[in-house]
């Protein structure tokens, strides 16, 4: 059973950071591809970042290549998400997700994505 559990969204001022982590349990990410996706208010939920087999391909989105930065912990099998430079636009809920194949069609990528974690709010005050 594939179990995967996000945590460190939270509240930051603008400007601010935060470190998002996602624990897997039962998905060989290395011959895969695990991803952050996002959902704002209102909003359709997008691809933020995907690694696929453990770094062979990494995506970012282009209003987030620059701040945001995706790795993996192959010891403890943790997906990790560094936001620098936080917007008030950032604000919504973040999810990890893991699949097959490649990601990196923003709008698109979340029909191909077979396993999502529960979320994890973020907030961004300016």
């Known amino acids: 059973q594939v179990q995967l559990v996000e945590s460190g969204g939270g509240s930051v001022q603008a400007g601010g950071s935060l470190t998002l982590s996602c624990a897997a349990s039962?998905?060989?990410?290395?011959?895969?591809?695990m991803g952050w996706f996002r959902q704002l208010p209102g909003k359709d939920r997008e691809l933020v970042a995907s690694?696929?087999?453990?770094?062979?391909?990494?995506y970012y989105a282009d209003s987030m290549k620059d701040r945001f930065t995706v790795s993996q912990d192959n010891a403890d099998n943790t997906l990790w998400l560094q936001m620098i430079g936080q917007k008030s636009e950032d604000s919504g809920r973040y999810y990890c997700?893991?699949?097959?194949?490649?990601?990196?069609?923003?709008?698109?990528?979340?029909?191909?994505?077979?396993?999502w974690g529960q979320g994890t709010q973020v907030t961004v005050s300016s």
């Open positions: 997700a893991a699949g097959y194949g490649y990601w990196s069609d923003p709008l698109g990528s979340p029909r191909d994505v077979t396993f």
């Open positions: 039962g998905f060989h990410y290395s011959s895969n591809c």
């Open positions: 690694m696929y087999r453990a770094g062979q391909s990494t």
